[in-house]
């Protein structure tokens, strides 16, 4: 009983050290040493581009903005001059390159006038957006946002970059008061996104941690194809999402990771099975779980089919069943943990289980892939949404306040609205700051 004992124990000690972006929910930053591991199954295609691919290259305008010409002089060997000859043809090359960079400054002068009858005095107004004597304009507190919120570069190299570029010295204060204009501007944008998430029948959840003064938070994101709103709170469970405002009254099919907040919420659901892989594959490396490594390769095989229109509903049908085998023998490979003697609440179960269980529990939001087109096989949409919180917490650390991580979030969600809808996200932060903001297509 004891060696049994430690031979589980060791086995999972192994797992733990081992585990990797492969095997595991851990991140690929995380993997010692990195290694590329891909769900694909190869198909024998060289990497590159493929026959029909259409490239890009550099081509020459047909406005260049200036022209030099390099007029023939001199004489010819004959003697004759040049300068008499006329051209017979033009050879052009151009360089495209970034004009020069300053600050362009517009002065507004309004007139000053005194009747000459009753020596009332009468000046014109000047622009609402020219508030103060000297001010930056909305291009200036757009690149500001752009570089900080779009491109996590930290507020003092930020400041730096643009009084390198264009001059001036702008604060990190400056710069944040900027953020806090663009997140109070885009409330109305916020509740139009939230609206219309509701109305989407499928929608992408996911979560990861966020740093507050060293403390850590959580970033949340609700996507789909067209829309995408981040979160900033300090639960990682169901008090962030009553604050986001969608899921608790969504109605719709939610694809989450089976973190069990977003189970206990009242919808239909649909299960990642890129994380099912990862598990399955862990299972059979590290404990032998034959068991797991067919249900690995039967999901991987099934989906390919899928994605590329060759599973007939024989073929799926043969899966499900051969899915019911597997989960079984994987039950019955693992069977329960009795309860000791004295021993209180719930018993611990072995890892193989405990995930044999949930696939018998959760067939159908697991495979809910094979019976509707609409739902996908995994929760990529959402991981590659919040997959931007890991390269901000690289380059420039956390937040120094919560309500920085939420001013983040909503202009993060705008951006990243904009971009899914095709549109223009410089256009749309300079109008954020122009006071006319830019909504996306479907909000407009």
């Given amino acids: 009983m004891e060696r049994d004992r430690l031979v589980v124990e060791i086995q999972e000690l192994k797992a733990q050290v081992g585990a990797d972006s492969g095997t595991s929910n851990v991140p690929p930053s995380q993997d010692k040493p990195w ?8 198909i024998g295609r060289l990497p590159g581009g493929q026959p029909g691919h259409i490239g890009k290259t550099l081509e020459m ?6 022209v030099i010409v390099f007029p023939v002089s001199g004489q010819c060997a004959c003697g004759h001059s040049w300068d008499a000859v006329p051209v017979q043809d033009v050879l052009a090359r151009q360089v495209h390159d970034l004009p020069e ?29 020219v508030p103060g004597q000297v001010q930056y304009g909305p291009h200036v507190h757009a690149l500001t946002t752009f570089l900080n919120v779009v491109h996590f570069i930290p507020l003092a190299r930020t400041a730096e970059i643009v009084a390198t570029l264009y001059g001036g010295a702008r604060s990190d204060g400056t710069i944040l008061l900027n953020l806090n204009v663009a997140a109070e501007r885009l409330k109305s944008f916020e509740a139009q996104v939230k609206t219309a998430l509701l109305a989407e029948p499928v929608l992408y959840a996911d979560e990861t941690g966020s740093k507050v003064n060293g403390k850590l938070q959580w970033l949340h994101i609700l996507t789909c194809a067209s829309y995408t709103l981040y979160g900033h709170h300090r639960s990682r469970g169901y008090d962030a999402l009553v604050a986001m405002g969608v899921l608790p009254d969504y109605r719709g099919t939610l694809m989450h990771d089976a973190w069990r907040t977003y189970l206990a919420l009242p919808m239909d659901h649909a299960l990642c099975n890129a994380h099912l892989l990862r598990e399955l594959r862990g299972l059979h490396e590290f404990f032998g779980q034959e068991w797991a490594g067919e249900l690995c390769r039967a999901l991987q095989l099934v989906y390919h089919e899928r994605k590329t229109k060759t599973l007939t509903a024989a073929g799926a049908l043969a899966f499900k069943e051969r899915f019911d085998a597997l989960v079984a023998a994987g039950l019955e490979t693992n069977p329960a943990k009795e309860r000791a003697a004295g021993q209180r609440g719930r018993v611990k179960q072995s890892r193989a289980r405990n995930v044999a269980l949930r696939c018998q529990r959760y067939k159908r939001e697991m495979l809910r892939f094979l019976d509707d087109d609409r739902m996908p096989f995994d929760n990529n949409l959402a991981e590659q949404g919040i997959r931007m919180m890991c390269g901000k917490r690289k380059a420039s650390g956390g937040f120094r306040s919560a309500l920085g991580g939420e001013v983040f979030c909503r202009i993060r969600s705008y951006v990243a609205t904009l971009h899914k809808q095709g549109m223009n996200v410089w256009d749309g932060l300079v109008s954020v700051f122009a006071g006319d903001v830019l909504l996306p297509v479907c909000l407009g």
Avoid: N
């Avoid at 290694?35 to 190869?42: A, D, Q």
């Fill in 101 to 129: 960079t300053r600050l362009h400054v517009t002065e507004y002068q309004v007139e000053v006038k005194i009747c000459p009858h009753c020596t009332q005095r009468q000046q014109s107004a000047f622009p609402a957006a």
């Fill in 35 to 42: 290694k590329p591991l891909s769900e694909r199954i190869k």
């Fill in 61 to 66: 305008s047909a406005q260049p903005d200036t």
